[in-house]
Nanobody, 124 residues
Framework: QVQLVESGGELVQAGGSLRLSCAAS????????MGWFRQAPGKEREFVAY????????YYADSVKGRFTISRDNAKNTVYIQMNSLKPEDTAIYYC?????????????????WGQGTQVTVSS
């Protein structure tokens, strides 16, 4: 069982930066692939990025590639996403998620554990 708690969301102007954190409970955090997803009002939840359990591999949605960076600190049971050059279309609730699956990391149903989300609002 893994419990996830996101933090760091806030209102920011376009072009600004934010770093979201996701703190995980449990002693097996390092065995999970971690993902970030987001959901804007009236839209489906969409994949943002994932990072492998050892942090060797990362992958990003085209919409955030080059602007967002996912990282993790297994000693602190925490995964991060650094978001730069924010745009109004990045406005959404951001969720972190955990899975031990071997593939399909861009698909939300692959993930077994989810946080409650943190709101990011980017003003123009």
């Amino acid at each position: 069982q893994v419990q996830l708690v996101e933090s760091g969301g806030e209102l920011v102007q376009a072009g600004g930066s934010l770093r979201l954190s996701c703190a995980a409970s449990g002693r097996t955090f390092s065995s999970y692939v971690m993902g970030w997803f987001r959901q804007a009002p009236g839209k489906e939840r969409e994949f943002v990025a994932y990072i492998s359990s050892s942090a060797i591999s990362t992958y990003y949605a085209d919409s955030v590639k080059g602007r967002f960076t996912i990282s993790r600190d297994n000693a602190k049971n925490t995964v991060y996403i650094q978001m730069n050059s924010l745009k109004p279309e990045d406005t959404a609730i951001y969720y972190c998620a955990a899975t031990r699956a071997s593939y399909y990391y861009t698909v939300s149903r692959t993930y077994n554990y989810w946080g409650q989300g943190t709101q990011v609002t980017v003003s123009s």
